[in-house]
Every structure is written in structure tokens, then in C-alpha cells.
């Protein structure tokens, strides 16, 4: 038996942080994901300051990270891609703080899947493009 959410359009979207949190999932899909580990090379961890009172108390904590573009094959991002209805997507864009835009990426594995990365700067400059990640 397949669920809904094979038999519908979906996207991809890579988490690196508190997207994989199970008390994240519920609170933004309303259900727990299952996901398979991947990895974005070019980007590293930095470290951001959630100032959102939503935010802090769905994942628990200030304390986030963010992906920046580097453009260094040796930086390397361990992950988990999820498979998202457009509308959990959407959540998920309204989970996410104004210091991260969604942008696609390709993965490791080849995978194109969204991906939340530092907002700050041109997306070209950090060798990601806006749009669907097909």
C-alpha cells in the first residue's frame, strides 16, 4: 500500500538541523517524516540565534545553525532528505526564520531537493539557484 503522499506531487527538501527533530515534525507537518541521510558538500554550519518565541518553543532551544556556501568540496553537510506535499513544504517556509531562504541544491547522491542556506548575499554567489529543483 503507498501512502497519500507517494501518489501526489511532492518535493524534496534536505534538513541539516531541527527539521529532523520529531517534536519539529509534528508541530510543523503534523506527522513524523521519514527520510533518507544524504549530504551537501560546499556549505558549512554557522550559528544562529533563533529570536523567534515560536521557533525556540517548538524546537526547544535558541540555539540553530545554518548552512553557508563555502564552495569548498571538503565542507561537507550530513542530512536527511524528506519527501513533502507543496503544502507541507509551505510549513515548513513558515517554520524557517528570515535569516534562511529556501534555494535548490543538488545533493551528494544527485538528488535535486530544496534546501534552507544563509539568506544573506546573491544566491548566485553561493552557487545556488532559486526555483524548483528539478
Same mark, same amino acid.
Not at 15 to 32: D, K, W
Not at 57 to 80: E, N, W
Not at 117 to 133: H, I, K, L, M, Y
Given at each position: %500500500? ?5 501518489? %501526489? ?8 538541523g ?11 507537518f503534523?506527522?513524523?517524516l521519514e527520510?533518507v ?7 558549512e554550519?554557522?550559528s ?15 540555539q ?6 563555502t ?9 536527511t ?9 509551505a510549513?515548513?517556509?513558515r ?6 531562504m529556501?534555494?535548490?541544491v543538488v545533493?551528494?547522491?544527485?538528488l ?20 524548483r529543483?528539478?
Amino acid at each position: %500500500m503507498h501512502s497519500a503522499v507517494s501518489t %501526489m506531487h511532492t518535493e524534496h527538501l534536505f534538513s541539516y538541523g531541527t527539521l529532523q527533530l520529531e517534536p519539529v515534525q509534528v508541530a510543523t507537518f503534523g506527522r513524523l517524516l521519514e527520510g533518507v541521510r544524504d549530504v551537501l558538500r560546499g556549505f558549512e554550519l554557522v550559528s544562529l540565534t533563533i529570536e523567534d518565541a515560536k521557533v525556540v518553543a517548538i524546537s526547544g532551544t535558541a540555539q540553530h545553525t545554518m548552512a553557508r556556501f563555502t564552495g569548498r568540496a571538503s565542507d561537507v553537510l550530513p542530512g536527511t532528505v524528506f519527501v513533502l506535499t507543496p503544502q507541507e513544504l509551505a510549513s515548513a517556509d513558515r517554520y524557517e526564520v528570515p535569516a534562511v531562504m529556501r534555494v535548490a541544491v543538488v545533493l551528494e547522491s544527485g538528488l535535486r531537493a530544496w534546501a534552507y542556506v544563509d539568506a544573506s548575499g546573491d544566491p548566485a554567489s553561493r552557487g545556488v539557484a532559486r526555483g524548483r529543483p528539478r
